[in-house]
């Protein structure tokens, strides 16, 4: 009986163990989440008070934006009509590159054409001279004939 007794002992020692370790388990959880929980508490006060910091600023920060978004507006529209004013430059100064050009093909034109019509003009009153002179010498032989 004693070999019972021993192994009862043995299992009654076995199984105190047991629930020993476990109530230790339990315990350990039990601190792991109260650490756990006071570690959340922190991170949400210290959360909140960034929160309520930044909601106390929001009014600030709003106008800090609005600030930074109309520069950047004005140094779009600074840059816009820096541009456009060059652009317009530049089309003005081709504008008027293209007048001169236009003013002194058109006259270069003119000039070909007055030079055409001159000698047109020439080529003409030399044919009329030419057919007036035939006409002066057949009139100049024919009064001659008939004096003869």
Do not use: H
């Given at each position: 009986?004693?070999?019972?007794?021993?192994?009862?002992?043995?299992?009654?020692?076995?199984?105190?163990?047991?629930?020993?370790?476990?109530?230790?388990?339990?315990?350990?959880?039990?601190?792991?989440?109260?650490?756990?929980?006071?570690?959340?508490?922190?991170?949400?006060?210290?959360?909140?008070?960034?929160?309520?910091?930044?909601?106390?600023?929001?009014?600030?920060?709003?106008?800090?934006?609005v600030?930074?978004?109309?520069?950047?507006?004005?140094?779009?529209?600074?840059?816009?009509?820096?541009?456009?004013?060059?652009?317009?430059?530049k089309?003005?100064?081709?504008?008027?590159?293209?007048?001169?050009?236009?003013?002194s093909?058109?006259?270069?034109?003119?000039?070909?054409?007055?030079?055409?019509?001159?000698?047109?003009?020439?080529?003409?009153?030399?044919?009329?001279?030419?057919?007036?002179?035939?006409?002066?010498?057949?009139?100049?032989?024919?009064?001659?004939?008939?004096?003869?």
């Amino acid at each position: 009986m004693s070999e019972a007794k021993n192994t009862v002992e043995k299992a009654s020692g076995l199984a105190k163990d047991l629930f020993l370790a476990n109530l230790g388990l339990a315990g350990k959880a039990y601190e792991q989440g109260v650490d756990f929980v006071k570690f959340t508490e922190s991170k949400y006060k210290e959360t909140e008070s960034k929160l309520k910091d930044t909601y106390s600023k929001r009014n600030e920060i709003f106008d800090g934006l609005v600030e930074r978004g109309q520069k950047v507006q004005d140094d779009a529209k600074a840059e816009f009509e820096s541009r456009t004013s060059e652009i317009k430059g530049k089309f003005e100064e081709t504008k008027s590159q293209a007048k001169a050009k236009l003013e002194s093909l058109k006259s270069e034109s003119l000039e070909e054409r007055v030079k055409e019509l001159r000698e047109t003009l020439e080529s003409s009153v030399e044919k009329v001279k030419a057919k007036v002179s035939r006409k002066a010498d057949d009139a100049t032989e024919g009064t001659e004939s008939a004096a003869a």
